[in-house]
């Protein structure tokens, strides 16, 4: 087993049956920073924040058992409204 940063963080998060509040609002707050682009800005943040991150969190994976949505579709991120186009 590799014992270096990448492979210890993957097991960090796959240990995680949910994922921390703190680290989900942590990554929304970016992505509604980066309006869902900078992906790899994204990913360098949440790590500099001390969270096990990686961007692929961010999409939606296919398995042959169906798909994994990420987390934008996951928690509603995509769904919340922008600044002025919100409905009166």
């Avoid at 900078?38 to 042959?64: C, D, N, V």
Wanted: charged share 30%; aromatic share 14%; net charge positive.
């Amino acid at each position: 087993m590799c014992n270096d940063a990448f492979s210890v963080s993957v097991n960090l998060m796959k240990r995680y049956k949910e994922y921390p509040v703190q680290m989900v609002a942590d990554a929304r707050e970016l992505y509604l920073k980066y309006n869902g682009r900078q992906t790899e800005r994204i990913e360098r943040e949440m790590r500099g924040r001390g969270w096990p991150f990686y961007r692929s969190l961010l999409y939606a994976t296919k398995h042959t058992h169906g798909v994994t949505p990420g987390w934008p579709e996951r928690f509603g991120w995509d769904k919340t409204p922008s600044r002025g186009t919100e409905q009166l």
